[in-house]
């Protein structure tokens, strides 16, 4: 089911939302100061392009660099981006086809907004117990 939702995204809305982000990974990333933003793009991108059975998880120990990028973020692109996830999932949504299509798209909203200091994992991974290891 997962794959036949990821390719449905794909033809409606996956391809032109990461093309969105690859053209914003590449300017923030010929600017040098912003190649965090870049490679924060980059994965926002390839999550774009196949949402389902992927998850974001945050980071609790992404430390204080993370939350001033994020606020950098947030003011010049993370607003605009998830204004464009909000109002995607809300067209998605009109039709009972378009339902889970819309969740998703409702659902990469925190990382558009704060992309820095999250991972995208599987699904699975997030509800395996963490592996300690001990030396």
């Not at 391809?15 to 924060?40: E, R």
């Not at 120990?61 to 990028?69: C, D, K, L, P, V």
């Amino acid at each position: 089911m997962k794959t036949i939702l990821n390719i449905i995204w794909l033809v409606l809305c996956g391809f032109w939302m990461a093309v969105g982000y690859v053209l914003a990974g590449i300017v923030c990333c010929i600017l040098i100061i912003t190649i965090p933003f870049g490679i924060a793009s980059f994965r926002i991108a390839n999550y774009a392009l196949w949402p389902f059975g992927r998850t974001v998880v945050r980071d609790p120990r992404a430390g204080a660099a993370s939350a001033i990028g994020n606020i950098i973020w947030l003011i010049f692109a993370g607003i605009w981006l998830a204004i464009g996830h909000i109002v995607t999932g809300i067209a998605l949504c009109i039709t009972i086809i378009g339902i889970p299509l819309g969740i998703a798209s409702f659902k990469m909203v925190p990382v558009s907004l704060l992309p820095l200091g999250a991972e995208i994992v599987p699904s699975d991974a997030r509800l395996a117990p963490p592996v300690r290891r001990t030396i």
